[in-house]
């Protein structure tokens, strides 16, 4: 090779390097892309909030648009999965996930519904990976609870690439802390099997307690580790997206799994937040999703 042949071809590969895309923060900390993200988010029925004389009407344009709007957002995040509370219908999640390259599992709530909120308040979740089974409200022994899981609570087993991962989600009693705890007590208990063994699992939600509430200290106790608390990154709070003050959205996670996780951060951007400088504006939900990624 001459020396100008020499001086193209370093030419060559200088460019093709600039040319790269630069890794994320995540992607930085392992040198490759990570294995595993994951999103929960009470999407409050794909309603829009807040409801207000000053954006009633753009909101009212948009409400056709929601569904859409809703799996663009999130797909910029490139989930590997991600779990609805207060899901909208069925057929709209379905929609959803369609556009999102994503199948999906549908929890019915207990809660039959009303005028204003037909349908109750549905669970639901998406994934790119295989399903290998799910089952919609698990009761430890088959155990009868009327009152229990009103919104949803449902359990699914998904396949990544090195192991099945069990996956948990659920929206609990926003304003009767017996309810609560006593379907704290029975969520325990169904998981128990998977807490002995030590299998990789994954629980999601709107839990509806702060981490200063007893609920979060029987987590703990249990053995579930929360990811914000462990790698959060920028401000912890979830509700409401307009001015946020509450954490009561979380991601436990238990086994392998807890060793692989490289950051979680609650989405306090783009669509899901309001404008604060615009009273027309408005956020896909009153709640903020929360991200984690994993190695």
Known sequence: MNRREFIAASSAIAAATLARPKPTSAQAIKGTRPGLRTITFNVLACHGYPKRKTNKERLARARNQMATRLALELGLYQPDIVSFQEAPPK???????????????????????????????????????????????????????????????????????TEELAFYSAH??????????????????????????????????????????????????????????????????????AKPRSRIDYIWIHGPLAQRLLECRVLFEGAFRTNPDDRQSFALSDHIPVLATFA
């Open 91 to 161: 057929d709209t999640v379905a929609r959803i996930a369609e556009q999102m390259g994503m199948k999906f599992v549908f929890f019915p709530g207990g809660w039959e519904g009303n005028d204003d909120w037909p349908g109750g308040f549905p669970g639901a979740i998406m994934t790119r990976l295989p399903i290998i089974e799910s089952e919609n409200c698990p009761l430890a022994q088959g155990r009868s609870q009327e009152d229990l899981f009103t919104r949803h609570w449902g359990r699914a087993v998904l396949q990544t690439n």
């Open 172 to 241: 609990l009693h926003p304003n009767d802390e017996v309810i609560r705890e006593r379907e704290v007590v029975e969520i325990l208990a169904v998981m128990k099997q998977d807490l002995q063994s030590d299998r990789s699992f994954l629980f999601q939600g709107d839990l509806n307690h702060k981490p200063s509430d007893p609920e979060y200290k029987r987590w703990m106790e249990a053995g579930l580790l929360d990811a914000y608390a462990a790698k959060g990154i920028g401000q912890a709070f979830t509700v409401p997206s």
